[in-house]
């Protein structure tokens, strides 16, 4: 599945599905609640694992971090620097290719480590997420950001698939959420619903405490969308996330843990 990753049409198509102009705000405001919920001190390093074309490890850098950025694929790692560079902040961000289920960092690297929709994409995810536990130091914290199983997008969309008769390709049920495969630029790709509650019980057996967790995007049905509707959801998710709706209902979801 790392092939789609490679392809310069994905990181085009993912501009277009998540960086409409209405949602930079929104990803403004939940990047800067981030870093501040995780209590980052002024200059420390912040791992952005799974940086993808770098949008998020360059708004850790413009608030005053030095960033480590990792990424499994060459093109948007690429495209990272670019827009690193871009933003004359290449000497803030280190970038380095890595896959999240094999990485190179001794134990206890990283006080601060972020992880912001990546982990959703990984078919072995138990593998990441052991090896995210296992990098942060004692005392540090790990903030991911993760679809949620249980949200009202989706129970929208089971229905109307329900009724088409159009049902998800075989849906792989797993301790932590429910995963399947779908098509994206003629390549696989795998997606991920976390069951929440699981995934702060597994992090717990491995040392890691949940600390916050709060609303992401109340809804992603925007992607599909076009024009005025599109703006209008656009426009929800940014009051949704001001007002703090429940984190239970949106479709995805900020987790910050601290390690023991």
Known sequence: MKAVFNQQTTVEQWDVDYYHPIAIKYYDWAVTDMLRIMDVPPGATVLDAGCGPGVHSIRVAKAGYQVQGIDIS?????HAKHRIADSNL????NLQPMDLTQLSFANHSFGYVFSWGVIIHIPAVEKALDELARIVKPGGKLALY????DAFDHKIENMARFMLSKPLSPIVRSQLGDGYCY???HEDLWLW??????IVNYLAERGLRLYYRGIG?????QRR???FPRRLLLRLNNF???WRFPANIATTNLFVFEKK
């Not at 290449?90 to 961000?93: A, K, Y």
Request: aromatic share 6%; charged share 35%; hydrophobic share 30%.
């Open 74 to 78: 060459e093109t948007m790692l690429n």
């Open 90 to 93: 290449s000497d803030r961000v």
């Open 146 to 149: 993760l679809t949620n199983r």
């Open 183 to 185: 098509r994206m630029n």
């Open 193 to 198: 619903r976390f069951d929440g509650d699981s």
């Open 217 to 221: 995007e109340l809804s992603e049905i």
């Open 225 to 227: 969308l076009d024009g």
């Open 240 to 242: 949704a996330y001001r």
